[in-house]
């Protein structure tokens, strides 16, 4: 991973934190926490799903050495992957609830989406376009040149 967010800890700190609100957000499919700690562990538990999704001896074991648990691995590997095999990402939600009381904090909701007891449904997906053929050069110059405006005279007064 390339830039984090410092979340006011040192690195070791940080990172042992990050690692377990990921394995825990793979066992409920939902944890309530701040709204920036919400924005990084978004960023890692779709890379974790990814891997997942790989579903190779290599991606398992670059799994394994960040989330904790055998559990949590094979339920990213089996479940989570099935779940999500036709979705290309954004597999994670965060819905912010409220102030928390003690600090002022901005609290959110991250979820897996596409599961049972969501407290948002998910849109539908945007149907795609149809595909066009490419067209050749000579093709595409004549077209191009079919509706572009007609060039005017100049004229001078010399």
Not at 95 to 102: D, M, P, Q, S
């Amino acid at each position: 991973m390339t830039k984090f967010r410092k979340l006011g800890r040192p690195t070791g700190h940080r990172m042992s934190m990050l690692r377990t609100m990921v394995s825990q957000l793979v066992k409920h499919e939902r944890i309530e926490t701040t709204v920036a700690k919400a924005k990084e562990i978004r960023r890692l538990a779709d890379n974790m799903v990814q891997l997942g999704k790989e579903g190779t001896l290599c991606a398992a074991r670059r799994a394994a050495a960040f989330v904790r648990g055998d559990d949590v691995i094979h339920k990213l590997f089996t479940e989570l992957a099935y779940r999500y095999k036709d979705r290309s990402g954004g597999y994670t939600r965060l819905l912010r609830t409220r102030i928390r009381v003690g600090d002022a904090a901005p609290m959110a909701y991250i979820e897996f989406i596409d599961r049972e007891n969501e407290l948002r449904q998910s849109k539908p997906p945007t149907p795609q376009p149809p595909q066009r053929e490419p067209l050749d050069p000579w093709t595409k110059s004549r077209l191009s040149r079919q509706f572009a405006p007609p060039k005017e005279e100049k004229k001078s007064d010399v």
